[in-house]
């Protein structure tokens, strides 16, 4: 079985600009949640949705936006990129919001 | 201050030994997760602990939640080099034992050596 997929693994952008991060959970599962993993310290949660609807927000700005879709795939925005957002972006789905969450491989965003 | 306290942050033992690695909070825990991470990559899930006084064990690894349910531990027997890694410790604190909105401990590294 497939585990929690995210895309793209690495990518690289200039401040201010715009990125897109996608995740695709274990087929069932209706959480998807966002952390954020900064250098030498433990993931921050960032989102959590649960049947396409948004159900936590962590201490982000509103420059962090996030969405399910129909198919409980997930997408994490953030605009006007900031050197301080260059991190690992960790998605994890769980099939319901009380049972154990498993994570994605996580995208290394660099911001130059 | 953080919420969830780890230690010992960084851990270094010889092939063969135990260890065990601590988690802390002041509030109480309702569901502890461990995860362990290879450097730059995502967490694997280890055990989920719920009940205070639970005990789980998965090969060589134990885990377990105080009664009071503020402290917990993981502990390792017999370590071997595919132990090294990141290990974690992440809990719901709001009281609704919700897995996707985890405040995690800051990790503690562990290294084997042959």
């Known amino acids: 079985d497939a585990g929690v997929t995210q895309s793209p693994t690495h990518l690289i952008k200039t401040r201010g600009q715009h990125v897109t991060l996608r995740c695709s959970p274990i087929?069932?599962?209706?959480?998807v949640s966002w952390y954020q993993q900064v250098l030498g310290q433990g993931p921050q949660f960032i989102f959590q949705y649960y049947e396409k609807e948004e159900r936590g927000r962590g201490n982000f700005p509103d420059r962090f936006s996030a969405r399910q879709f129909p198919n409980y795939s997930s997408e994490l925005n953030v605009n006007a990129l900031l050197l301080g957002d260059s991190a690992l972006y960790l998605c994890?789905?769980?099939?319901?919001?009380?049972?154990?969450?498993?994570f994605g491989q996580g995208t290394r965003l660099t911001v130059v | 201050s953080q919420e969830l306290e780890q230690s010992p942050q960084s851990l270094i033992v010889q092939e063969g030994k135990n260890l065990t690695i601590n988690c802390t909070s002041s509030?109480?825990?309702?569901?502890l997760y461990w995860y362990k991470q290879k450097y730059g990559e995502g967490l694997i899930f280890l055990m989920m602990l719920q009940k205070g006084g639970e005990e789980k064990s998965h090969e060589k690894i134990t885990a377990k939640l105080d009664e009071k349910k503020q402290q917990s531990s993981l502990h390792i027997t017999a370590s071997q080099p595919s132990h090294a890694g990141i290990y974690l410790c992440?809990?719901?604190?709001?009281?609704?034992?919700?897995?996707?909105?985890?405040?995690f401990g800051q990790g503690t590294t562990l290294q084997v050596k042959p």
């Open positions: 992440g809990a719901d604190l709001g009281g609704s034992s919700n897995t996707g909105k985890l405040i």
């Open positions: 509030k109480t825990l309702y569901g």
């Open positions: 994890a789905s769980s099939l319901e919001r009380d049972t154990e969450a498993f």
């Open positions: 087929s069932g599962h209706k959480s």
